[in-house]
């Protein structure tokens, strides 16, 4: 049985943005300066719905003294538009830092910079987010046969089932959701197995060490980040860190490799073949993926090696290695670690296990999936997209659909990432634009009006 929603708000957005990271607070950046250039009444009305509380941007991995891994450059709208005034040096002009920075003569600032950078720009933004919403589901709406808007559904985060719901309708849905922790399947998250995603959430709240040690699992700059912030921070604390490569790895930001995150490798990449792709992705993993760099592989070097000079050995590194069991104690975690080299196994009782196991971008399809068979699949069951990140829809589909941040595999390395955020929201304004000569012009009120039958109503 079809349930039928509760009263809704079904005013007609010519933009309804899923998620308020830096990708959809790029793009509603990118409108309100298209917007200040047309009359109001050709101004595009779009909302951004967004399930956090407030705007936060990884916070529970703001450590002292992390720094940003791409240029302040490739902030918010630099790439596209140079002269506006969300740049990250704007920002600095208005806290009155811009020579302060300056002097500083780095391109890579703190990550807790950058987010207050991010947190100043969606906060001008303002008008245009509802926090604490969270979306659950998008359905197709028919007008004249063709499918012409999506509805988008929401209810308030947090809610059950109950919560109420509320439904816009939306010409274009671009959807962002970012990056969630991935967890490997043989462990559950509680208060002593963490990933570090909530790094500097459970730090506030966690029980007094009666093991002294920490381990922590993975190679990458998470899992460095992570080991450098415990080992400073907990100065009695033994910190193990258990990955099976033999060494971390630093990340590759040499400049022709750097050119993957230009915005012309985003048509490199999208014309290849789906094995050229392929190859891509591997050849520059390290640009990315389980690379850390390289001034924080030396710290954490020299950690090790004065440690060998005046013990006691407290940062440990346990390399090609691997958990094979691990188990809840009433106060921590006993872990099993096997070397890949001899096979001898250790055991660790641990206080706190802290997974740096990566991240997974979140997979569109959860919500595409309510449209039916509205957006095309390609082999692999993934939907095809278009080059301006619109997903291929069924002939009779006029309403777009854009995915741009879960497209790595079309658009390449930098989907998930920052450097082409600016350039990308620039890239979706314009395909909304040309998409529908009515978007931003007609008369459909973006005001609740009377409910009309979604195509979804029984
Ligand atoms: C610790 C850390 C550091 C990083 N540092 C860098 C860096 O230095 N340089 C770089 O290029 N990249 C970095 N990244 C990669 C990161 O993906 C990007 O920085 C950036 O967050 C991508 O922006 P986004 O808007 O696509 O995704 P996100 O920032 O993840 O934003 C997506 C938003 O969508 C919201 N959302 C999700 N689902 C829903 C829903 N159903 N309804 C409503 N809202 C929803 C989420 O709450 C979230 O706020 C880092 C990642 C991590 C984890």
């Given amino acids: 049985?079809?349930?039928?929603?509760?009263?809704?708000?079904?005013?007609?957005?010519?933009?309804?943005?899923?998620?308020?990271?830096?990708?959809n607070i790029a793009l509603a950046i990118a409108i309100e300066e298209h917007n200040a250039t047309v009359p109001a009444a050709a101004a595009l009305r779009c909302i951004f719905l967004e399930k956090q509380p407030s705007f936060s941007w990884h916070r529970g991995m703001l450590l002292d003294g992390a720094t940003m891994q791409v240029s302040y450059l490739k902030d918010l709208v630099t790439l596209r538009n140079p002269a506006s005034d969300?740049?990250?040096?704007?920002?600095?002009?208005?806290?009155?830092?811009?020579?302060?920075?300056?002097?500083?003569?780095?391109?890579?600032?703190?990550?807790?910079?950058?987010?207050?950078?991010?947190?100043?720009?969606?906060?001008?933004?303002?008008?245009?987010?509802?926090?604490?919403?969270?979306?659950?589901?998008?359905?197709?709406?028919?007008?004249?046969?063709?499918?012409?808007?999506?509805?988008?559904?929401?209810?308030?985060?947090?809610?059950?089932?109950?919560?109420?719901?509320?439904?816009?309708?939306?010409?274009?849905?671009?959807?962002?959701?970012?990056?969630?922790?991935?967890?490997?399947?043989d462990y559950t998250l509680d208060e002593r197995i963490w990933h570090n995603n909530e790094l500097l959430f459970h730090i506030e709240r966690m029980p007094a060490l009666s093991h002294g040690r920490f381990v922590v699992l993975g190679a990458g700059q998470s899992a460095a980040e992570v080991t450098e912030y415990l080992h400073t921070n907990y100065p009695t604390a033994e910190v193990c860190t258990v990955f099976s490569r033999y060494g971390f790895t630093p990340a590759d930001s040499s400049p022709f490799v750097n050119q993957i995150f230009d915005p012309a490798a985003v048509d490199d990449f999208f014309a290849a073949s789906p094995d050229v792709r392929r190859m891509l992705i591997d050849y520059h993993r390290g640009t990315n993926y389980s690379a850390v760099d390289g001034d924080l592989i030396d710290s954490l070097y020299r950690r090790v090696y004065q440690e060998r000079v005046r013990g006691p050995q407290r940062l440990r590194i346990l390399r090609t290695?691997?958990?094979?069991?691990?188990?809840?104690?009433?106060?921590?975690?006993?872990?099993?670690?096997?070397?890949?080299?001899?096979?001898?196994?250790?055991?660790?009782?641990?206080?706190?296990?802290?997974?740096?196991?990566?991240?997974?971008?979140?997979?569109?399809?959860?919500?595409?999936?309510?449209?039916?068979?509205?957006?095309?699949?390609?082999?692999?069951?993934?939907?095809?997209?278009?080059?301006?990140?619109?997903?291929?829809?069924?002939?009779?589909?006029?309403?777009?659909?854009?995915?741009?941040g879960a497209t790595e595999y079309s658009h390449g390395i930098s989907s998930t990432l920052l450097s082409n955020v600016a350039v990308r929201a620039g890239e979706i304004l314009s395909s909304i634009l040309a998409r529908d000569p009515e978007t931003g012009l007609s008369g459909d009120p973006v005001v609740p009006r009377p409910a009309t039958k979604p195509a979804w109503v029984a």
């Fill in 1 to 23: 049985m079809v349930r039928r929603p509760p009263p809704a708000e079904l005013g007609v957005h010519d933009l309804v943005g899923i998620g308020f990271g830096p990708s």
């Fill in 86 to 185: 969300y740049s990250f040096l704007s920002y600095l002009h208005c806290q009155d830092r811009l020579i302060d920075f300056v002097n500083h003569k780095t391109m890579y600032p703190l990550r807790h910079e950058f987010h207050d950078y991010l947190e100043w720009a969606a906060g001008r933004l303002a008008n245009l987010v509802e926090y604490g919403t969270e979306v659950i589901g998008l359905r197709p709406v028919l007008r004249g046969g063709e499918v012409a808007y999506i509805d988008v559904v929401s209810r308030p985060s947090g809610s059950d089932e109950s919560g109420a719901l509320v439904v816009r309708r939306a010409r274009n849905v671009v959807l962002a959701a970012g990056l969630a922790p991935y967890v490997p399947d």
């Fill in 321 to 404: 290695s691997r958990v094979v069991t691990h188990e809840r104690l009433a106060d921590g975690v006993r872990l099993t670690v096997e070397s890949h080299t001899t096979g001898e196994r250790q055991v660790l009782d641990a206080d706190i296990l802290v997974l740096a196991t990566g991240y997974r971008p979140r997979d569109p399809r959860v919500l595409l999936d309510g449209l039916g068979d509205v957006c095309a699949l390609d082999t692999e069951g993934r939907p095809r997209v278009n080059r301006d990140y619109s997903v291929v829809t069924t002939a009779s589909t006029t309403a777009g659909i854009y995915i741009p």
